[in-house]
């Protein structure tokens, strides 16, 4: 059963340890580092030539895995992987299902796709990529998900329960409730942001008036 956790990070906690076996089937012979990537957008602004700047932080998690299992991951990782390009390209697969989804229910249905020519890709794409990217949920061993946006922690899952287990034990202090608790909704800076915004266009939408 999959498990997740989440690990403090920073100059207050040492560096993350893990275990020495692969983290899906448990083998401590012939193990490899496998590394995967975790980016964060820190600031996106506003530039002199007109366009925007982005500043991220990424971050570097290399781990034991067998080699069975490490290329597999590694796929999958980087299906799952949440920067801009990936962003991207999940946004085609998704806009490619939705519109073999209304080919398929569709008064029409089977008999449109003939008529589509190299429109017909878009669909084949969205199909492909959305059970690839099922694919890899199931596939992937270990998978970094996210920088939690209001304090400095990652979210990490894993399939396995008794590695993510042996991960706590060597990250006791990093996985602890009492430096991982998530901030209460309430506290969120991204909520305040949306409310700031909000209050923003309305007191514009009155003045204009």
């Not at 899906?24 to 990537?37: A, W, Y």
């Not at 980087?78 to 209304?102: C, D, N, Q, T, W």
């Not at 209050?199 to 939408?205: D, G, P, R, S, T």
């Amino acid at each position: 059963m999959s498990q997740l956790v989440r690990v403090a990070i920073g100059e207050d906690f040492p560096e993350i340890q893990w275990p020495a076996c692969c983290p899906e089937c448990g083998t401590t012979k012939s193990l490899i580092r496998n590394t995967s990537r975790l980016g964060k957008v820190k600031s996106i602004r506003p530039n002199l030539l007109g366009g925007m700047t982005m500043k991220s932080e990424i971050m570097y998690l290399n781990y034991w895995i067998c080699p069975e299992h490490a290329a597999e991951t590694r796929w999958a990782n980087r299906l799952l992987e949440k920067s801009p390009v990936m962003h991207l390209i999940r946004f085609v697969f998704y806009l490619g299902a939705l519109f073999a989804l209304g080919l398929l229910l569709g008064p029409r249905r089977l008999a449109t796709f003939p008529d589509l020519g190299p429109l017909l890709a878009l669909p084949l794409i969205g199909i492909l990529g959305v059970a690839s990217l099922i694919w890899a949920r199931i596939a992937t061993s270990l998978w970094p998900i996210r920088f939690d946006p209001d304090q400095d922690v990652i979210e990490i899952q894993f399939r396995q329960a008794p590695y993510a287990t042996r991960f706590r034990v060597m990250n006791r202090e990093a996985t602890s409730a009492q430096n991982t608790e998530e901030t209460p909704w309430f506290k969120r800076s991204l909520l305040w942001k949306v409310v700031v915004i909000v209050v923003f266009l309305m007191f514009m939408a009155q003045l204009m008036k």
